[in-house]
């Protein structure tokens, strides 16, 4: 229910030192999930070498234990997970995280979208199955974005209609 209704709230699960009997149960579960949902989810088993990397192309190596393949020591701040902070109380300033904006990729285009306009996309699809796959960012807050097909009869079907926060994060997505 989740996968047909919120496909894109999994960027990337990656499972390391998985028992035998999760991995007998996930080969069960496989020919239920969306292929989509299915590239977002690596399983690995106990090579340490293998996990780590797959790790650290994922998140930076400071923001990953020692013990993971990271850099990040048990001195640091971040380490500790038991914050034991009480309701209202202030935050310290070393537990927030670092806003990093994304970065344009060499092949993406930049393109200047005024407040409250749209800018349109048209493709036709001729072939069943094909997939449509988008990728984007903004420099300066969020973005409506949306997915669409015309029936022949001319009737509108509407895939997705969101607001996107593509200023904080890089917006991948695709629908078949």
């Known amino acids: 229910l989740l996968e047909a209704n919120y496909p894109e709230?999994?960027?990337?699960t990656i499972i390391i030192n998985a028992p035998k009997l999760f991995t007998l149960v996930f080969?069960?579960?496989i020919p239920f999930l969306n292929p989509v949902t299915l590239e977002k989810i690596s399983v690995l088993g106990f090579d340490r070498k293998e996990w780590s990397a797959a790790l650290l192309m994922e998140m930076d190596a400071n923001q990953l234990p020692v013990h993971y393949g990271g850099t990040m020591k048990e001195s640091d701040p971040k380490w500790n997970h038991n914050y034991n902070f009480k309701i209202g109380e202030e935050v310290p300033q070393s537990y927030y995280?670092?806003?990093v904006k994304p970065?344009?990729?060499d092949y993406m285009i930049s393109l200047?979208?005024?407040k409250r306009k749209k800018i349109k996309f048209e493709h036709e699809i001729t072939q069943v199955n094909s997939i449509l796959r988008w990728e984007f960012m903004t420099e300066d807050c969020d973005i409506g974005f949306s997915v669409y097909y015309m029936e022949y009869n001319g009737k509108r079907v509407d895939l997705m209609n969101e607001?996107?926060?593509?200023?904080?994060?890089?917006?991948e997505g695709q629908i078949v």
């Open 103 to 105: 970065t344009p990729k």
């Open 97 to 99: 995280l670092v806003k």
């Open 112 to 114: 200047d979208v005024p």
């Open 9 to 12: 709230d999994l960027r990337k």
């Open 163 to 171: 607001r996107m926060q593509s200023h904080l994060v890089m917006e």
């Open 27 to 29: 080969a069960m579960v």
